[in-house]
């Protein structure tokens, strides 16, 4: 398995736009192939910053979800409505019984 992890943190006057494209990308890219798992979440200590989490079955999947149009078109869109720079970070993972 794969997992994504990312940020971004809105400008002030962006939050709300943010939060709006950032919802539209989860819920398009849960209906991908390979998507286990794709989350967006408001950080509790700075409700300004979006942190992402995201869960692929294979490196393929993760990778065709990359090359999806609507996928760039939203982390450049984002990335101008940000602070700083997004953060992004990619782990490969087994399951564990606990």
């Known amino acids: 398995m794969i997992i994504v992890t990312g940020s971004i ?3 002030d006057e962006h939050v709300e736009e943010v ?3 950032s919802l ?3 819920r398009r890219s849960r209906g991908e ?3 286990l798992l794709h989350s967006v979440h408001r950080d509790v200590e700075d409700p300004h910053r979006f942190v992402f989490v995201e869960h692929w079955v294979d490196v393929d999947a ?3 979800h990359f090359a999806v149009p609507s ?3 939203f982390v ?3 990335a101008a409505l940000a602070s700083e720079p997004p953060v ?3 782990f490969t993972a087994e399951p564990m019984d606990v």
């Open 9 to 11: 943190t809105a400008q």
């Open 19 to 21: 939060e709006r494209r």
């Open 24 to 26: 539209e990308h989860v």
């Open 33 to 35: 192939p390979g998507c």
């Open 62 to 64: 993760l990778r065709t």
């Open 71 to 73: 996928s760039g078109e």
């Open 76 to 78: 450049g869109a984002a």
């Open 88 to 90: 992004i970070s990619v």
